[in-house]
Nanobody, 118 residues
Framework: QVQLVESGGGLVQSGGSLRLSCVAS????????MAWYRQAPGKQRELVAG?????????NYAASVEGRFTISRGNAKNTVYLQMNSLKPEDTAVYYC??????????WGQGTQVTVSS
């Protein structure tokens, strides 16, 4: 069973940057799709960014983060990153790594807290 572990969250001031990392274990093949989601208190979990491995299809981003966040795959097939720049208080949320690795097969990480102060 695939397990995902996130890291890199923390407290940052408005305008600052953070880089989130996600490492997947328990799988040998490339994961077809990986993404970052976030959930703020009282709100639904929402897609932040998603990426496919090594293809021509560009990553997809939520409109609220376009131009500020960048998702990327590491050289290792089981890693994904989220570079977050120009952070705003509205970005405060728990950020979750997501992996879709088969038909009806997916995994979620436990989440990492990102807090952006005014």
């Amino acid at each position: 069973q695939v397990q995902l572990v996130e890291s890199g969250g923390g407290l940052v001031q408005s305008g600052g940057s953070l880089r989130l990392s996600c490492v997947a274990s328990g799988i040998n093949s490339n994961i077809p799709y990986m993404a970052w989601y976030r959930q703020a208190p009282g709100k639904q979990r929402e897609l932040v960014a998603g990426i496919m491995p090594g293809g021509t299809t560009p990553p997809n981003y939520a409109a609220s983060v376009e131009g500020r966040f960048t998702i990327s795959r590491g050289n290792a097939k089981n890693t994904v990153y989220l570079q977050m720049n120009s952070l705003k208080p509205e970005d405060t949320a728990v950020y979750y790594c997501y992996a879709l690795y088969g038909i009806g097969r997916s995994s979620w990480g436990q989440g990492t807290q990102v807090t952006v102060s005014s």
